[in-house]
Structure formats: structure tokens, C-alpha cells
């Protein structure tokens, strides 16, 4: 079975006790499961078999080497959004041909390296944009491949913090500048523009914003084409939802019905970018239990990860599910879990009902496989967690735990 489960009465991860992780690697600790992280990319990748297709994991939800490598040897593409995910995207064996370069504020030097290398296209999101890349270019004698995103002005209906499909959101071109973006690019004889890119935000949980977003694309290739520019890449971006506590998402396959018309009718080849959707409940985090602390009718588990772990909560308020890693799962009373760092927005659960833990219990935190280790900080001088992956009865350490010499690597003291 791969992924997480409930036996013998402990959580496991593949094969692997999470108890047993933690005697061995100590808390707090991400645990991804190698073999989940395949099944929900191959889910997508067999949704959209009957289209010519990429995809390009977005690793911004987890960018682990590991993680990266296995998605790779399936055929996985990458979205990366910054010069650093580039370089770890290379360093896991991913070919620049299959890597796709996306945010609004890419520099100079992220340009030039991303030409050097060789990926497959930029989404340019604004019009200075497109004149950086085609100075770039010109400059190293390259000529750079595009496709722009657009702002379809389209409600994800999701967390207003993660919606970027709207007319407020600073992504993409606004299309009442598509005449502009047209003679911007007439103008740009180092740049090559092939495709067109939308992503309207993150875990949705319904499929009509997706169809939407691809009917808006499909006028805009069409009006493209017929201005003469040869646009073949359609990239519909990432977004699709997780179960974090019931919400019930749809099935790759039900937004695929939403978007293979549109390439069927288009001839077109389709990119996506799948993040969370592959990741998410790939992986969770172990912590344990510091201390219960009564205080007049509150029970608070004070636990040993943080907001500096996993900021999800903190940020956007989001529900992850916890559970004891062994023992009795019924909830029996109402707590909040905290962690030790000094911000109230510290917490990971309010007034939830869970078993009853005592201190040096392992508590599984889970969801936490997308944007998780990755949007770690050390903020109160905390080390960042380890990554382990498991695979049946294996694991294996990913990546080590930060040291307190760590910590002080990058400085000196000055007078
Ligand atoms: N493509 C683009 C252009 C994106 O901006 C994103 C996510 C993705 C793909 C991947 O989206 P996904 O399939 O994972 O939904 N930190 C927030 C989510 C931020 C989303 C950023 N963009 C969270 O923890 O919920």
C-alpha cells in the first residue's frame, strides 16, 4: 500500500512505523512517501493520455532531490519560478528541455542562466517582461522561447490568499493588453513566442474555473493564430485541489474532461503544473509532544515543530489533519496544538477535538507534503527539519537535519 495508513495501531508510511522514523531521525521530521508522490503524478499523466502532453510538477510545493528525482524518471517535466529551483531541478537529473521558467519578477542573470541552459520556455507575465528577455537574449545570441501567461479575470474560487486569476492579482497580462503584448513581441526578434499559459490559483476544489480558464486560452490562441503567430504550447497551470478534511476535490480525470476538448479542438500540445495535487498528501510531519499545559479551561499540546516548520496555518488559517502516530485515534477532548516559537499565529490546530496525548507522544501532522518544508525558516534560531522518504519497508534520510553550526555557516561577526 502506498502512502499513509493506519496498522497494527500505528501510522505508517509505506512499510515504515512513523514511530520508527522518529526514534531514529528525531522530531520534528518530514516524512514523504516516494511511491505516493508517483501514483497521484501518474493519476494526471493517465487522465490526459489521449492529448499530447507535459507535466511540469510545480516545485514550489516540494522540491525535495529525492522527490524530484523519482517524479523524473516518470517523465515529469518542472515548473520552476526561480533561479534556485532551476539549479535543483537541474542538480536532480530533470532535462532542461522539460523545464518551464514562471514568476513576475525574473532577473537578468535567472534570464541568462535559463537561456544557458537550455529550458524549454519562459511564462513571461508583463510586457517590460518580454523586452528584458529579448535584451538577455540578444545579448548572449540566443534566441528565447515564450509563452505568456494571461489574467482571465477568473474566480478560483479559493482562499483569497491563493487565488491569482483575478484582475487584482499582480500575475499574468492583463487581456485588454493582448494588442501590446502583440507588437511587443513584432518588435522582439530574439524572442520566440509559442504559448499561451493561464493559472488561476490553488487547491480548487471544483472543476468549472478550469474549464473557464481553458475556453479563455482557446479565443486567445485562436485570435493569435490568426494575427500569425504559430502558438502550439497551451498551458493551463496547476491548481488542482487536495482533501485536507473532507473536502471531496474532483478526480484528475473530471478536470481533464473540462480541458481535452479545448486541445482536441485546437491541435495543440498541453502543459500543466501540477503541485499540491502530487504532493500534498504525500508527506507529513512528525512532532512530538513537549508539554500539556492546562490553562483555566484550555488544553493546549505544546509540541516541538513550529510555524517554522509548517507555516500553513498560521498564514492562511489552513486545517491539517493530526492524529497520535500510535495508540488509540478517538477523539475525547478539545486542544490546541501549538508550537514553542513566540507568535500567537503559531498553532496548528484550534479547539480540536483529539486523543489524549501526554508529553513525549508522537503527533502526525498531516497534508503537509505541499508547501511545506519548503516555506521552512529558522525564525527563533530553530534548525530546519530533516526529510526522510520511504519506500516499502525502506527509509531514508533525504535530507539531514540543520545544526546549530548550520545556523551560524553563513555569518561573521563584525565590528
Ligand atoms: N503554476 C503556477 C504559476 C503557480 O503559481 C502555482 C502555485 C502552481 C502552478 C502550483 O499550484 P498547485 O497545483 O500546487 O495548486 N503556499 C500556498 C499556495 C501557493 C500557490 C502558489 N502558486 C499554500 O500553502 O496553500
New binding site residues.
Partial sequence: MNGFHFKNNRWHSDGVPLSKIAEKVGTPAYVYSLPAFEDRFKEIDQAYKTVPHLMAY?I??NDNLSVMSALSKLGSGT?V?SGGELFKARKAGVPANKIIF?GVGKTDEDIAYALKEGIRYF?VESIPEIVAINAVAKKIKKIAPIAI?FNPNIDALT?H??S?GKKENK?GVFLGDLDKVMKTVRESHSVRWTGVHA?I????TQTGSVGKAAKVVEQIVLKLRREGFPIYDVNL?????IDYQGEKPPKASQYAKQVIPVIKRLNAGLLL?????ISGNSGVLLTRVVYVKQSGKKTFYIVDAGMGDLI?PA??E?YHRIAPAEGPQKPVQTVDVVGPICESTDFFAKNRKLPTAKRGDLLVIFSAG??GSV?GSTYNSRPLAPEVVTRGKRFAVARRRQTWQDLIRLEKISR
Fill in positions: 510545480s514550489k510545493t515548473d519560478v514562471a511564462n501567461r482562499h490568499y491563493i491569482t500575475f493559472h490559483g490553488s487547491q480548487m497551470g496547476g491548481g488542482y485541489g503544473e501540477p503541485g499540491r495535487f500553513r498564514l492562511y489552513a505541499a508547501y516555506m
